[in-house]
């Protein structure tokens, strides 16, 4: 879907209400209380959404309640096409990019923007890898001043990438994988304990995991019943190995760098949120704005309003 068919599709804010309506509500009206299927729509003045009132039992719903769309006065169709430019450019959106291009304040934007990386941030969460598991760690942010030594002030991250291959070998080569699926998580220490807990939150058990042999991966493959195999970073074959989870450290820093030069320590994990939701579903072409949205309609309220 192009820009202009996307503007089409959502040219004012009854087709928006309508999207989000029917995706909260697939199968038509079902009230909260008491699984009523019959509503009035109530029109309260001062209200730009109205209210569904089940007729059985008037308890009231609103589809943005309790989602990042609750009380925001930013026009819907204002809302889907900012989650539209997010969702399609693979370098992402800064908040001043969206000022410039939807015409609002600063502060608006990048609160907007906040809220729909919260929302990838929490649907991320909700998935664990598992097979063959490519795990390595990195460094992100900071000014190194030596080649052989990490930046100073540079924040540990703990990366992951899940790889699909047509071969049963656990080695596949990098040509014969398929499609692939990785995560990003910011941590203030790469020892043992902080590592541990990363990967019980975000690795499946009994899978394959090829890491560089760093002791935290060995004892924590035990705990995970992981089948465990090294290679070293100078074996002249890491290159091949650690192939996918290396495209994603460099892809990562590239999109942190580029789109917001490298800054934002403190939201850091955010911007890992919206670059792994987007990365992990890239192959579905403009189709992942449509489960942008979706995502955000299932995202918690936030407690600032837009």
């Given at each position: ?134 795990l390595d760690d990195a460094y992100f942010g900071g000014v190194s001043q030596s080649p052989w030594h990490r930046p100073r002030m540079a924040q540990a991250s703990v990366v992951g990438e899940r ?31 902080t590592v541990k807990k990363v990967l019980e939150r975000r690795v499946e058990t009994n899978g394959v995991w090829l890491t560089d042999g760093a002791p935290v991966y060995v004892s924590a493959a ?85």
């Amino acid at each position: 879907m192009t820009l202009l068919q996307w503007q089409d599709k959502f040219s004012d804010e009854e087709a928006c209400r309508q999207y989000l309506f029917d995706q909260y509500w697939p199968e038509g009206f079902v009230c909260l209380k008491c699984q009523g299927t019959k509503y009035w729509t109530v029109q309260r003045s001062g209200r730009t959404a109205p209210v569904y009132e089940c007729a059985a039992c008037g308890h009231q719903a609103s589809v943005p309640a309790g989602t990042i769309f609750e009380r925001t006065k930013v026009a819907l169709r204002v809302w889907f096409l900012a989650i539209f430019l997010i969702a399609v450019d693979k370098g992402g959106k800064s908040a001043l990019a969206l000022s410039r291009e939807l015409g609002l304040p600063y502060v608006t934007t990048w609160l907007l923007h906040h809220k729909i990386q919260q929302a990838t941030a929490e649907r991320n969460r909700r998935y664990k890898l598992g097979g063959l598991v490519e795990l390595d760690d990195a460094y992100f942010g900071g000014v190194s001043q030596s080649p052989w030594h990490r930046p100073r002030m540079a924040q540990a991250s703990v990366v992951g990438e899940r790889i699909k291959t047509r071969s049963s070998s656990a080695l596949a080569s990098r040509a014969k994988a398929i499609r692939s699926m990785c995560f990003l998580e910011a941590v203030p220490d790469l020892k043992d304990p902080t590592v541990k807990k990363v990967l019980e939150r975000r690795v499946e058990t009994n899978g394959v995991w090829l890491t560089d042999g760093a002791p935290v991966y060995v004892s924590a493959a035990q705990e995970h019943q992981a089948e465990h195999k090294v290679t070293l970073s100078t074996d002249p074959q890491a290159e091949a190995v650690f192939h996918w989870v290396n495209i994603v450290i460099s892809n990562a820093k590239a999109y942190i760098d580029g789109t917001f030069h490298g800054r934002g320590r403190a939201r850091r994990q955010l911007y890992f949120g919206e670059f792994t939701y987007r990365f992990n579903r890239r192959y579905l072409g403009t189709g992942i704005a449509d489960r942008l949205i979706v995502a955000c309609l299932a995202s918690k309220r936030h407690p600032y309003a837009t």
